[in-house]
């Protein structure tokens, strides 16, 4: 079955940098398009970034774009590169994948305070 294991939250303070890993299994991940959610807490879920088959193109959301990147590997793996942290970048972050149906990871929280 679908699989996606995030990993890679912590506690920053803010400037600081943070690399999040989401492991995929179940489907064929050559050929799916990868996101990144996160959700505040309070907040709905927000759209970070994705990134398609073979690692291009790379989407962002305004926010992050420039701090962030988004990449992929071979063997069933997505990041999330974060630099320049902000306090309002603190949210559970979540891989996602749309398969006909969504699927989301368990999240790992990214907290970032002085």
């Known amino acids: 079955q679908v699989q996606l294991v995030e990993s890679g939250g912590g506690m920053v303070q803010p400037g600081g940098s943070l690399r999040l890993s989401c492991a995929a299994s179940g489907f064929d991940f050559s050929t799916t398009r990868m996101t990144w959610v996160r959700q505040a807490p309070g907040k709905v879920p927000e759209w970070v970034a994705s990134i398609s088959p073979g690692g291009s193109p790379t989407n962002y959301e305004v926010d992050v774009k420039g701090r962030f990147t988004i990449s992929r590997d071979n063997a069933g793996t997505v990041y999330l590169e974060m630099k320049s942290l902000k306090p309002e970048d603190t949210a559970v972050y979540y891989c996602?994948?749309?398969?006909?149906?969504?699927?989301w990871g368990q999240g790992t929280q990214v907290t970032v305070s002085s």
């Open positions: 996602r994948v749309d398969l006909g149906r969504t699927y």
